[in-house]
């Protein structure tokens, strides 16, 4: 793992994007960011998940590929839906015996599968999956942990993870107008 | 075959199910467009990552299509059949081979990526072009993934 960028700071900012992703080395293609931005808000503002419950997928995802900006990161809507910092913790070893509802942790169990040989999904999973969520719902969530993922493995290749960091609360992505 | 008791309309199995959520699909068939609209990169050098992380991740699907504009800017099914040898196959450019060892990073370890291994692809695309390379891995990663865990494998339409 490496904290030290791996490519030099972009030239110039990309309105519309977040401070933090405005200073990443993402805005050296500012189209492609533009396009994320708004993927990005679409899925977390617009969707038809409960904004815990991808807050429970992308934690997952980020305590797994060891992301220490998307490990620390806190998305505000998330906690004003009840993930707690209490909660938050929580994903992580041990998260079968823990205060997670039954549902948070179907999604963990989903996220591991994705994450590690998304050919291995058991019918079991997939029952447990159609209990807990529709289908519309598991392709978002689906979705968002292709993203999740992808994104952190970005932030980890290109050297882009803070040296420390606190656990940080900030605003749930929008969808640009 | 999906095990989701629903899908949408749509041209492929793909699309069929991240139909279920219009929006996001739109959002992101834009998203991956520009990747081959722009050409941040060769066509060539990104399809044969895609083509590399589908080998890695065992996804027919995204094995048995081919992507038009890397088809039109030359790539031939000889070369393709050379991937899985890359590291010794006379076929693949410098830049083809630092981006495909990338890609195979990317994938199955990313904390092992060195400096190196970036410094070999930012030297041939410069710092644009190597994000929009990562960028690209992530896209290919996530939703060959995507498409696997949800059973949407039959082949979709070259974009």
């Known amino acids: ?93 041990g998260f079968e015996e823990s205060e997670l509802s039954e549902h948070h942790k179907a999604v963990i169990r989903y996220a591991d599968v994705f994450l590690t040989d998304p050919t291995r999904l058991g019918d079991a999973q997939r029952a447990e999956m159609l209990r807990c969520f529709t289908p519309s719902q598991i392709v978002e969530l689906t979705a968002g942990l292709a993203l999740f993922m992808g994104f952190s493995k970005i932030a980890v290749v290109l050297g882009q993870e803070p040296e420390q960091m606190p656990t940080t609360v900030v605003p749930t992505p929008t969808r640009p107008a | 075959m999906t095990w989701l008791p629903e899908t949408a309309p749509g041209a492929t199995p793909f699309d069929q199910a991240l139909g279920l959520c219009p929006d996001l699909r739109a959002d992101l068939a834009a998203f991956q467009d520009l990747f081959w609209t722009l050409r941040p990169v060769d066509p060539i050098v990104l399809e044969l990552c895609r ?25 031939t099914e000889e070369k393709i059949a050379a991937l899985d040898d890359w590291r010794v196959s006379g076929a693949f450019s410098d830049l083809e081979r630092a981006a495909l060892r990338v890609a195979e990073t990317f994938v199955l370890d990313p904390h092992g990526m060195s400096d190196a291994d970036v410094g070999a692809v930012s030297a041939r695309l410069g710092p644009a072009g190597t994000v929009a390379l990562v960028e690209a891995l992530a896209f290919f990663d996530g939703f060959t993934r995507f498409r696997l865990i949800l059973g949407v494998g039959a082949p979709g339409a070259a974009r």
């Not at chain 1, 807050?55 to 998305?75: G, I, K, M, P």
């Not at chain 2, 083509?51 to 790539?75: T, Y």
């Open chain 1, 1 to 93: 793992m490496s904290t030290t960028p791996r490519l030099p700071s972009p030239p110039a900012p990309v309105g519309g994007a977040s401070d933090a992703i405005n200073r990443s080395v993402l805005a050296y293609q500012p189209e492609l960011l533009r396009a994320f931005v708004r993927v990005y808000g679409t899925l977390w503002s617009h969707g038809v998940v409960d904004q815990a419950t991808k807050e429970v997928a992308r934690l997952r995802n980020a305590r797994t590929t060891d992301c220490r900006y998307c490990r620390n990161v806190r998305f505000a809507g998330a906690r004003a839906a009840g993930l707690s910092e209490g909660l938050a913790a929580q994903i992580a070893e």
């Open chain 2, 51 to 75: 083509l590399r992380v589908a080998q890695i991740l065992g996804c027919d699907a995204e094995l048995a299509r081919r992507s038009a504009p890397a088809v039109a800017a030359g790539l």
